[in-house]
Nanobody, 120 residues
């Protein structure tokens, strides 16, 4: 079993910054891609950013130039630095990890989510 624990959400004013973290723990061989998704009320969950084990990144157009996704493979941790937050960014942000397990093969895991609120 793999657990993903996010932290770093909260309330910030428009134009402000937050940094999200997500740590993966449990028994696995390695973690392939990691990333962040978000879900606003009444909307579907959407991709925000992903990063491969080799640190190749992919971003949603809406966050390019404002968000930076990074990871520390030694710590099984993925980060998301979010700058210049706007009223379009509030949502629950979920961490995702594509884990390679010796028994089950490749499987996606999700964190419990962390709330990001942007308000003046």
């Amino acid at each position: 079993q793999v657990q993903l624990v996010e932290s770093g959400g909260g309330l910030v004013q428009p134009g402000g910054s937050l940094r999200l973290s997500c740590v993966a723990s449990g028994k696995f061989v390695s973690i392939n891609a990691m990333g962040w998704y978000r879900q606003a009320p009444g909307k579907q969950r959407e991709l925000v950013a992903t990063i491969t084990y080799g640190t190749r990144t992919n971003y949603a157009d809406s966050v390019k130039g404002r968000f930076t996704c990074s990871r520390d493979n030694a710590k099984n941790t993925v980060y998301q630095q979010m700058n210049n937050l706007s009223p379009e960014d509030p949502a629950v942000y979920f961490c995702n990890a594509r884990v390679i397990d010796a028994v089950t093969g490749t499987r996606d895991y999700w964190g419990q989510g962390t709330q990001v609120t942007v308000s003046s």
